[in-house]
């Protein structure tokens, strides 16, 4: 699977809208690309993914570029309850056993 | 969305005993679950794979016969830490990725903090 970089942490004041960048220039044609956050010890949550096309769920927004190179994950009204690591991994969907890989992501902090 | 249960979200033991911890789909048969590793302020580490009526698949580094996997049915799976050192103390969280999926998205347990003393 692509590798993904992510900025180390950002902050967001609450109420705001929360864009967290991720790039994956290697990305290949039949790759997706999925974010999970995590809240402190607790297990990752599923947020969003797409392939191609920008997708809008009831937690955020999934912004692909054209050239699918990069990407941005919008949470619109950021919460003290969205402060948490956020994931961007890319994989191959239908992937059978093929497992997510975890970077370091991003550590969102939602400040009042 | 699927349900992925976990338990117990803490235990704390003696070195040297072993400790179960459990994995179970709740509303989906998960034919290969997968078994994660994290140290505090680390990211998630892939421990082992594992796969419904066969041998799970370790990652390089990790001790098989001290991480036991079992995978005995399509809804739970079983990590048993064995002969646990302090070393082993870890937030300790399973995957399962639903079988009937094409575009599938793959859903974690709460996770389990082990605390060995």
């Known amino acids: 699977d692509a590798k993904t970089t992510q900025p180390t942490s950002m902050d967001c004041a609450e109420g705001r809208a929360a864009n967290l960048p991720c790039n994956h220039s290697?990305?290949?044609?039949?790759?997706?690309v999925y974010w999970y956050r995590q809240i402190h010890s607790q297990g990752p949550q599923y947020i969003i993914h797409g392939l191609k096309n920008n997708e809008t769920n009831e937690m955020a927004s999934l912004i692909i570029t054209e050239d699918r190179k990069s990407s941005t994950l919008i949470l619109p009204h950021a919460t003290l309850r969205d402060t948490a690591v956020y994931y961007c991994i890319v994989r191959v969907a239908s992937s059978g056993n093929t497992p997510l890989v975890f970077g370091k992501g991003t550590r969102l902090s939602v400040i009042a | 969305g699927a349900v992925v249960s976990q338990h117990p979200s803490w235990v704390i033991c003696k070195s040297g005993t072993s400790v179960k911890i459990e994995c179970r789909s709740l509303d989906f048969q998960a034919t290969t679950m997968f078994w994660y590793r994290q140290f505090p302020k680390q990211s998630l580490m892939l421990m082992a794979t594992s796969n419904e009526g066969s041998k799970a698949t370790y990652e390089q580094g990790v001790e098989k016969d001290k991480f036991l996997i079992n995978h005995a049915s399509l809804t739970l799976s079983t990590l048993t830490v064995t002969s646990a050192h302090p070393e082993d103390s870890s937030f300790y969280i399973c995957s399962a990725r639903e079988s009937r999926l094409m575009n599938e998205k793959l859903f974690f347990g709460s996770g389990t903090q082990l605390s060995v003393l």
């Open positions: 290697t990305i290949s044609g039949n790759e997706y």
